[in-house]
């Protein structure tokens, strides 16, 4: 690497330095960690990662690069549009960071915040450091991720990294759309959906125009003339006894299997619906059919007895806190997750007729329609 970033923000080149520097620190372009100045033996100057370099390559590509600056140009023309002081490749010595997009109004009372444009999947730890130390200067620091992310659909590890939680819009995501110079909000992402066939409520705002008090991030009125896009994919029928033996037969799931056996439940006790259905669960590593044979198991511990989606949040609790379900790496959402994720399937399992409401607190299973 031939150039870098000072503590100051200013862009050095290696060659420009005469000796290795040892005092001072300088920071990646791409993904602003710590770099060391170096001396080839031919006697020309580079910079190295200390640690691995977490953009996408460790020599990017220069379409990629311009395709990057090009991003965070237009979040910052259209904040200078709106009447926000902008500023990219934002120094923050502080905490040894640059910020993509540093922004805040032009009044005295006026707070700061922070965009960044990450293109490119890197470490959810990273992400986690990153946005706790800007949370330490700035009021906010919002994700942007790369539009053309979701043209293969929405279980991808980085997805799951990049998601966000308010309650206003629920679970959603922030993007940029570079070709059609658009910021795409994709919200009220379900929990609990079947892979080929999502519905997602979407908003896009014209960066080429005037968007007003939006960047607070904080405007109801991104409720308003919200698009529905359905992400569909034709895919072969999946048959009931097809589906049972591809687990079953399975190497990688032969430890599931047992341990669900050991708590009295065989994959042919579940409903056909779950094995045949592709299922996906937004915060979870573990596959869809696995997370409903253990939300199944948990449903039969109150078949005699009424339960509040309280109740079933602490049951899944517990079988994340036993390795049986395995929760994705989602730094960004602050809430707890067991509420959400317990009212997604309960909604789903009484719209499958496994389950009743008894009053808007308590649920109760129909047991006659199972065979627990």
């Known amino acids: 690497m031939y150039a870098a970033y000072s503590s100051k923000g200013e862009l050095i080149y290696a060659n420009d330095l005469k000796n290795i520097c040892r005092q001072s620190v300088y920071y990646c372009p791409d993904c602003q960690q710590v770099l060391s100045h170096k001396i080839s033996r031919k ?54 960071q640059i910020a993509d997009v540093f922004y805040y109004g032009k009044t005295q009372q006026s707070v700061a915040n922070v965009l960044e444009f990450q293109r490119v ?22 994700w942007i991720i790369d539009d053309k992310v979701f043209k ?24 940029l759309d570079i ?40 405007q109801a009125s991104f409720l308003n003339d919200v698009y529905y896009s359905t992400y569909r994919l034709p895919i072969k029928q999946r048959t009931y006894f097809r589906q049972l033996k591809s687990i079953m037969v399975n190497s990688i799931y032969q430890n599931d299997i047992r341990l669900l056996y050991a708590e009295g439940v065989l994959l042919q006790m579940l409903p056909a619906w779950m094995l045949m259905e592709k299922w996906h669960f937004l915060v979870c590593k573990t596959p869809g059919w696995l997370c409903l044979a253990w939300f199944y198991w948990l449903l039969s511990q109150f078949e005699l007895k009424q339960f509040t989606t309280k109740d079933f949040a602490k049951g899944i609790q ?47 299973v129909l047991t006659q329609q199972n065979s627990f």
Not at 45 to 73: P, W
Not at 190 to 200: A, I, R, T
Not at 203 to 211: A, Q, S
């Open 152 to 175: 293969t659909g929405y279980q991808q590890v980085w997805l799951k990294t990049m998601l966000n939680y308010s309650k206003e819009l629920g679970f959603h995501w922030w993007a």
């Open 121 to 142: 999947p890197v470490n959810s730890s990273q992400i986690e450091t990153r946005h706790t130390n800007y949370l330490q200067l700035v009021k906010h620091c919002q």
């Open 179 to 218: 070709k059609q110079a658009e910021l795409v909000l994709k919200f009220r992402m379900p929990l609990m959906y079947e892979v080929y066939n999502v519905k997602v409520a979407e908003k896009r705002f014209d960066l080429n125009k005037t968007l007003d008090n939006y960047w607070d991030f904080s």
């Open 318 to 364: 517990q079988l994340v806190e036993s390795e049986k379900i395995v929760l994705a790496s989602s730094p960004l959402i602050s809430v707890d997750i067991y509420p959400h994720l317990s009212d997604a399937v309960l909604t789903k399992f009484k719209e499958k007729k496994l389950i009743f409401k008894v009053n808007n607190m308590q649920w109760r």
């Open 43 to 96: 006697g020309k100057g580079y910079f190295s990662h200390v640690t691995s370099c977490q953009s996408d390559t460790i020599q990017r590509e220069t379409k990629e690069s311009l395709e990057h600056q090009t991003g965070k140009s237009l979040l910052k023309y259209n904040l200078e549009l709106s009447g926000y002081e902008a500023h990219t490749e934002y120094n923050l010595p502080q905490i040894q």
